[in-house]
């Protein structure tokens, strides 16, 4: 996917992505592709949110929690069978199609926005 269309620094703007630490990692059955349920810790001004996130090939339930993740907040929420996904956990696809979670390099306090 590549996309040459120009934005605007201010539509950049409206996409809010914050930077959260995954507290709750479990699977998810139900979902159509293999995915897991995340609750994600944005801070105290964002809270605690849930996010459905096809990340099984590179990673397991037990290293998952702990670990920084970036997610878009500001996204309706998508309803993904009986689950209510709030934030869509950025990631990259690597060259089989699975994804790589984005993360920063070093920690900074949750809920910081991506500038």
């Known amino acids: 996917m590549h996309s040459s269309e120009t934005i605007s620094f201010a539509d950049f703007e409206k996409v809010d992505i914050r930077v959260g630490t995954i507290v709750e990692a479990q699977p998810f059955p139900e979902a159509r592709k293999p995915a897991f349920k995340l609750k994600i810790d ?3 001004e964002i809270g605690v ?3 459905s996130a096809q990340i099984t090939v590179h990673y397991t339930l037990d290293t998952l929690v702990g670990r920084q ?22 990631g990259f696809e690597d060259e089989t199609g699975a994804i790589v979670l984005a993360a920063v390099e070093q920690p900074v306090p949750n809920g910081r926005k991506l500038m």
């Open 42 to 44: 944005f801070g105290p």
């Open 69 to 90: 993740v970036l997610g878009v907040v500001n996204f309706p929420p998508r309803q993904i069978g009986p689950f209510r996904s709030e934030v869509l956990t950025l």
């Open 49 to 51: 949110k849930k996010s």
